[in-house]
């Protein structure tokens, strides 16, 4: 695993516990070389944004059971593969991200002004 820093280069803060997110399923968007989809970007998802992805093939909203996964609904907290992010955010559809529960490795997909432009948490 890669060492656990937002794109800030501080500790990462978890992003969500309820229901358990990040690849490794510590709560964080951790990543490491398994990783291939970068799940990095810790957002809290919206009704559309699980609409666009639904559209693209990545079903959140569904519980899958076989994989401990309840399905995901708005107002959740989740690490989402950064070129998913980017996707969403190209068509409109990008829900809010949390900097400081983002992994800087998202940062070699997405730029940080992009994430800075859907930031819940910037003071």
């Known amino acids: ?24 399923r510590d709560g964080c968007c951790n990543t490491g070389a398994g990783d291939h989809g970068s799940h990095t970007v810790c957002v809290e998802v919206t009704q559309e944004f699980l609409e666009f992805s639904r559209s693209r093939g990545n079903d959140l909203m569904t519980p899958a059971p076989q994989f401990g996964f309840a399905g995901l609904s708005p107002g959740d907290n989740w690490c989402l593969c950064a070129a998913r992010w980017l996707e969403a955010c190209h068509n409109g559809k990008a829900p809010k991200v949390y900097l400081t529960r983002t ?18 948490d910037i003071n």
């Open 103 to 120: 992994h800087k490795r998202a940062l070699e997909i997405v730029p940080l002004e992009k994430l800075k432009q859907h930031a819940a």
């Open 1 to 24: 695993m890669d060492d656990s820093l937002n794109v800030y280069d501080e500790p990462l803060i978890p992003c969500g516990t309820d229901p358990v997110t990040g690849y490794y």
